[in-house]
């Protein structure tokens, strides 16, 4: 954990604040990215996922105004949004181009919050809230949970709304799905509102029961290494709602409302039922879900050392029956194997981001180097590397 990293993102978002806004904030919240640590695409299918925060973290300064008026600013754009949040209703979600796309991933949460609060956003205290991050964004750590995470903290306790942690989780992703528009599962905004030290979240998407599962990557001498290809994804287009859209057909040919209900033995009859590229999509996430069982029920047998073989098979599932690799990923991978990681996998929603590779302490230089000479090789892009540390969720800095 680097504390100093941690200091200086929340000091960001301070001075930002006090730039934008010309006052000085009541306070900073922050929620961390997460990776994953398998279980993907599983979690719009009802299953099972087993995330872990990090220390990457996005930080908001927030001070109430007396108006009823929002106003968000960031990092990433020159300009404040500002409007009264009782506009909220209106914009969300058919007037959503109306702003910015970065800033509807708070404005969302706020809406979202108000509504799940059954408040009135008439007579809800103004806020104004400025952000700054250290999550690396559209590598698959979810900086769009980060954000969402610390939006919905951050006003919770400033309106005093009585939500748990599964109801601002619940927020970020009614956020992420109806005002941003982007088609995810729930597995991040948990991670960010439920993360702890050295631990993950064993998450069941269906009835959002969490279980902490101890990692003890320190204890055993490992590392979680990021290999970041740089390959940027985009969840709004391209192959992600084609393959939520197989995942949905598998499950009606076999009649069950979502494939956590299907198991391996299911799949034999399957194969007569839909197209060989819908049976694969229905394979990966049939077997994936077994995988996260699986690593939870080695990680407390046998210890971390020994969840490789998953990590594995997980990457090769989805470079092969839900093929959402990319030769980047499959690239790390392969260099993170040779040079002698644990394990490895593409982490997050694939066709870029990032792979995770289970490390030694003493062979994480040997695995940052096979990634880079590799990807040299291929003449990819230079890959950035660096290692992630189990950490705390949500809360007040
Ligand atoms: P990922 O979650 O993998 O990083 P997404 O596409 O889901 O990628 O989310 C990234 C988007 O979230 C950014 O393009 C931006 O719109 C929004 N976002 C994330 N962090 C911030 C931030 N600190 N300030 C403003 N917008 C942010
Ligand atoms: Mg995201």
């Given at each position: 954990m680097t504390?100093?990293?941690?200091?200086?993102?929340?000091?960001?978002?301070?001075?930002l604040f006090i730039e934008r806004f010309g006052a000085e904030p009541v306070g900073t919240w922050s929620a961390p990215g997460r990776v994953n640590l398998i279980g993907e695409h599983t979690d719009y299918n009802d299953g099972f996922v087993l995330p872990f925060a990090i220390q990457h973290r996005t930080h908001v300064a927030l001070a109430p105004r007396e108006d009823g008026r929002i106003r968000v600013a960031s990092?990433?754009?020159?300009?404040?949004?500002?409007?009264?949040?009782?506009?909220?209703?209106?914009?969300?979600?058919?007037?959503?181009?109306?702003?910015p796309e970065w800033a509807r991933y708070p404005l969302g949460v706020a809406w979202a919050l108000l509504a799940a609060s059954g408040a009135n956003p008439a007579d809800a205290t103004g806020v104004d809230l400025a952000f700054a991050s250290s999550v690396p964004i559209g590598a698959g750590?979810?900086?769009?949970?980060?954000?969402?995470?610390?939006?919905?903290?951050?006003?919770?306790?400033?309106?005093?709304?009585?939500?748990?942690?599964?109801?601002?989780?619940?927020?970020?992703?009614?956020?992420?799905?109806e005002a941003v528009g982007a088609p995810t599962g729930i597995m991040d905004q948990m991670a960010a509102l439920l993360g702890r030290a050295d631990a993950a979240i064993f998450?069941?998407?269906?009835?959002?029961?969490?279980?902490?599962?101890?990692?003890?990557?320190?204890?055993?001498?490992?590392?979680?290494?990021?290999?970041?290809?740089?390959?940027?994804h985009s969840h709004a287009t391209g192959g992600y709602g084609e393959r939520r859209a197989a995942c949905e057909r598998g499950a009606a040919a076999l009649g069950v409302p979502a494939l956590r209900d299907v198991t391996v033995d299911d799949l034999e009859r399957l194969a007569g039922l839909v197209d060989d590229v819908t049976f694969r999509r229905v394979r990966h996430v049939v077997t994936e879900n077994e995988r996260v069982i699986e690593t939870v029920r080695t990680l407390s047998e046998q210890g971390p050392t020994a969840?490789?073989?998953?990590?594995?098979?997980?990457?090769?599932?989805?470079?092969?029956?839900?093929e959402i690799s990319v030769p980047?990923?499959?690239?790390?991978?392969?260099?993170?194997?040779?040079?002698g990681a644990v394990g490895a996998r593409m982490t997050g929603g694939g066709f870029g981001g990032a792979a995770i590779a289970l490390v030694a302490r003493d062979r994480v230089e040997q695995v940052r180097d096979a990634a880079i000479a590799a990807f040299s090789a291929s003449g990819f892009t230079a890959p950035t590397v660096f290692t992630v540390v189990p950490s705390a969720g949500a809360g007040r800095d």
């Open positions: 504390d100093t990293a941690h200091v200086s993102t929340a000091d960001v978002a301070r001075s990092t990433f754009d020159d300009a404040a949004v500002e409007l009264a949040l009782d506009e909220l209703d209106g914009l969300f979600p058919g007037r959503r181009d109306e702003v750590l979810s900086s769009s949970a980060a954000i969402e995470g610390a939006t919905a903290v951050a006003l919770a306790e400033t309106w005093g709304l009585s939500l748990d942690r599964v109801a601002l989780a619940q927020a970020g992703r009614r956020a992420e799905n998450l069941d998407c269906r009835s959002l029961e969490t279980q902490v599962v101890d990692l003890g990557f320190a204890q055993a001498g490992l590392e979680v290494v990021v290999i970041d290809t740089g390959v940027k969840i490789g073989e998953l990590l594995v098979a997980s990457h090769a599932s989805m470079r092969d029956d839900f980047e990923l499959d690239t790390a991978v392969e260099a993170a194997l040779s040079a």
